[in-house]
């Protein structure tokens, strides 16, 4: 069975840093790119970045780049999620998701990051 | 970057109604459009990949059709289960850009 597990999220104030993991089971993790999409309470999701299936590229949403940094370790099946310089905007729950042909066929359960003082 | 424009943003319905939801690209994106269906506080779940494939274990009353800007996801008859939100997302470049959803409630 396929299964992404999100861990690392919380409260944190703005300014601060966070750390996401995302861990992947039941698939050859390295032969898929992976990536994170949020979704603000209430709102829709927004793509946050992606990364290919062997770490080699790296890509980010314009509201992200240069605050975020994606990556992935393919000999334990994690992918990672640095967030720095977190906004009060950033407060979401941030899902991993891939495993698809391009699309994202499979997701993890969420997990909520609140920027807040 | 690509936009998508999802419409309508809510759309009210019966069971066993034919309900189809409209997504616009902004530029072409060939085929490369999915469509998930999401319920509250659950994630998304990927229904259409490439435009018109269905995934595996969707039922066949999902249906996608479309290339190049314009696409449409159609349930044929609703039931029960079907009432949630709806997004559609291109996937063509690595920059992925979702519509802003259709929320899909009971009239």
């Known amino acids: 069975e396929v299964q992404l597990v999100e861990s690392g999220g919380g409260l944190v104030q703005p300014g601060g840093s966070l750390r996401l993991s995302c861990v992947a089971s039941?698939?050859?993790?390295?032969?898929?790119?992976m990536n994170w999409v949020r979704q603000a309470q209430g709102k829709g999701l927004e793509w946050v970045s992606g990364?290919?299936?062997?770490?080699?590229?790296?890509f980010y949403a314009d509201s992200v780049r240069g605050r975020f940094t994606i990556s992935r370790d393919n000999s334990n099946n994690i992918m990672y999620l640095q967030m720095n310089s977190l906004r009060a905007e950033d407060t979401a729950a941030y899902f991993c998701?891939?495993?698809?042909?391009?699309?994202?066929?499979?997701w993890g359960q969420g997990i909520l990051v609140t920027v807040s003082s | 970057d690509v936009q998508m424009t999802q419409s309508p943003s809510t759309l009210s319905a019966s069971v066993g109604d034919r309900v189809t939801i409209t997504c616009r690209a902004s530029?072409?994106?060939?085929?490369?459009l999915a469509w998930y269906q999401q319920k509250p506080g659950k994630a998304p779940k990927l229904l259409i990949y490439?435009?018109?494939s269905l995934e595996s274990g969707v039922p066949s009353r999902f249906s996608g059709r479309g290339s190049g800007t314009d696409f449409t996801l159609t349930i044929s008859s609703l039931q029960p289960d079907d009432f949630a939100t709806y997004y559609c997302?291109?996937?063509?470049?690595?920059?992925?850009?979702f519509g802003q959803g259709t929320r899909l409630e009971i009239k």
């Open positions: 998701a891939g495993y698809g042909t391009g699309s994202l066929g499979a």
């Open positions: 039941g698939f050859t993790f390295s032969s898929y790119a």
């Open positions: 990364i290919t299936g062997s770490g080699a590229d790296t």
């Open positions: 530029q072409s994106i060939s085929s490369w």
């Open positions: 490439q435009a018109s």
């Open positions: 997302e291109q996937y063509n470049s690595f920059s992925r850009t």
